[in-house]
């Protein structure tokens, strides 16, 4: 997903062919498995604590 | 000619309080809310207000904690915004904005709002609680709460025309106004991950409701404007997003649209002639469940078509729809083109491969982040890690926000600086009467006894109060009123001024 998305968006008012990226070099493969996995460390360690619990615990009654 | 497309969004934001043995909503709501609005009357004084100011700068030491009311509160910003208790939830409710661009900054300042609020919260409660708010729209055991859009709507078009084409136009546009969601509720069939957080929540086609049997099309009929000449149309449809260019495509879409029926050009355009779908309220939950937006869903006629290509018809006459009327009613050719150019890449990128959308669209942003993280550590779907960081994603808290960390890491796309969204938590759009309205209230906090959508009352001293009418979205801003505002020094003159 992190090499999709670098992908460009096609330009405004037309409906672009659909070209090939080139595959990504090994080193830019691994440089964004880096990166995916650096964010997902770091979200780690911001995530509640005891998911299960959490998650059961978010009940929001009435609204609109 | 359509009406202008004011336009405005209503969040509920989910609240909880924690480390309480017995939560109430509604107090922690109208705490979040009276600290906001207590910090910030006690520095009311307007050599001290300035926009962009941190909110870590107003603490106010050994001070006593504001008493708490427990009467739901209602109150409005200089930014003319609506801050108040909905039922169980804190509500956000954007000033009137005249177009798309404006909102997503409106609308966005409401999340750094109610961030300050909860540091505001922590200052006064007990060591130990706290409050949270996610900007999203379910708690994942059948409860819904929304995030409702509202636009100027000419009174003259017949609402059965609006109806006609909103029900194909909410079903399909999920595709990019979802916010994305692990699972189902309310009925629906199983499913791992779907598009929207509301759609298994619609039961009806059109009615009154908004939280029993709730339908596709909302009939609530309170223009906040001369009722002669406009209405306001109240969507509950749609889902709070977080990504900008959702917000941006969710709004900016559907006023163009509501542009094309009130000029009467969906149905004398030579397109298809009828878009009415078999099953409205079934093809709402077939399109949420399917994130390959490959699922058919059946017409009246009996063709079956995916939502994209409903949402290409769409596009289509909207293309030729501003080739030969313009977009004056919808942002103009620099917002309204863009709304165009955006909304063309979207589906033709969507067709291709949803997940090229990441960090523009909230329920692939969401999608993928889940993805990566079920991968690296063998999740299934119904894993609760992965509900957890569904709802993580929503938390306004800057540091705990999931969507924030994207943000951090360069993974979204904004379409608004982030300086003019700390400036709009304190400034009212200036093309709307939320310039008169936010003006009035930042200059003269005392003298406002009261401000509504359409009125404005004030106390100038003596004689009896002041209401000011405000019946015309349009009048009011900027342009209009700047000059005057510029002129008098005390809500006296203004009133003299305006010859009350």
Known sequence: MAEQQRRQRPAPKERVEETEELPA??????????ELDDLLDEIDEVLEENAEDFVKSYVQKGGE | MAVPKVC?????????????????PVLASSVLINSYVEQRKVGWDFEDESPGRDARGYGREGSQAPEIETHLVNTVLTNGARYYVDHAHPEYSTPECANALELV??????ERILARSMQAAARILEPGQSIVVYK??????????????????????????????LLPWFVTRQVFTGAGKVG???GAAPVDYQISQRADFFEEEVGLETTLKRPIVNTRDEPHADPQLYRRLHVIA???NLCEVATFLKVGTTAIVLAMIEDNFLDSAGARKDWSLAGPVQAMRVVSHDPTCRATVELADGASMTAIELQWEFLRLAQKYADETGLEACGGETVGGDVLARW??????????????????DWVTKFALLDAYAARDGLSWDDPKLALLDLQYHDVRPQRSLYERLVRAGKVERLVEESDVLAAINDPPGSTRAYFRGTCLARWPEAVVAANWDSLILDIGGDPLKRIPMMEPLRGTKAHVGPLFATVDTPGELVARLAL
């Open chain 2, 136 to 165: 999203n729209n379910s708690d994942g055991k059948g409860n819904s709460y929304g995030c409702h859009e509202n636009y100027l709507v000419d009174r003259a078009l017949p609402f059965s025309a609006l109806v006609r084409h």
């Open chain 1, 25 to 34: 070099t090994s080193e830019r493969g691994e440089k964004l498995k880096g």
């Open chain 2, 238 to 240: 749609g889902d709070a």
């Open chain 2, 184 to 186: 189902s509720e309310n």
């Open chain 2, 105 to 110: 900054l409106a609308d966005k300042a409401g």
């Open chain 2, 8 to 24: 405005g969004t209503e969040t509920e934001y989910g609240v909880v309080l924690r480390g309480v043995a017995d939560p109430n």
């Open chain 2, 344 to 361: 063309e890449a979207v589906l033709s990128t969507l067709e291709r491969d949803p997940g090229l959308l990441e960090g523009q669209l």
